[in-house]
């Protein structure tokens, strides 16, 4: 990150509740839809992920159409940092099992896999960590087939065993890899493909 990026960041965090309740995240999605500007969308895709920390925020983008505006972010995007930060955002917005189906179905799973192009470690680590929270969601019994059969035909699986394989940084690897060996769902499939780790 930039340090004007950190600067800007640093003010947001102190101030988070002050924002959230002034409309900030309307505010910070409508500069992801009408901003061309890089840096403006790199730091508003920051703030909407320090946001998406908190479950309470995490309904309110949602609610306000986040995550189509962030995957059409990742699309426009070539900064590797402003692809990091949407990564991020839409990292933790599958650690929330409850929006699970919205975030399949408005595209934030393609997303985050589209942005596996970029090849940036820090991206491939945030993306990486988004299918793991996916994943992780699957351990409860509500959502245990939807999630995995998500990664599944979402093509996950595939960019998973990538990453397990051939990413250079080996936190990144171990977490695909456990990912991966965690679910019975995704072993029977990589069974199934003949897909060895």
Known sequence: MYNSDITVMNIFEANQEKIVEAGGVTSLLTLLRTSDDETIRRVAAGAIANLAMSETNQDLIMAQGGVTLLSMTASDAEDPQTLRMVAGAIAN?????????????????????????????????????????????????????????????????????????????????????????????????????????
């Open 93 to 197: 917005l599958c650690g929330n099992d409850k929006l699970q189906k919205r975030l399949s179905g408005e595209g934030g799973i393609k997303a985050l896999l589209g942005m596996v192009r970029c090849g940036h470690l820090d991206v491939l680590s945030q993306v990486a960590r988004g299918i793991a929270n996916f994943a992780k969601c699957e351990s409860k019994a509500a959502t245990q087939e939807v999630n995995a059969k998500n990664i599944i035909s979402e093509g996950a699986l595939w960019e998973l065993v990538r990453i397990a394989r051939d990413c250079s940084r080996e936190d990144i690897r171990m977490l695909a890899y456990r990912t991966l060996t965690s679910s019975p769902t995704l072993e029977a499939e990589m069974n199934r493909l003949g897909i060895k780790l």
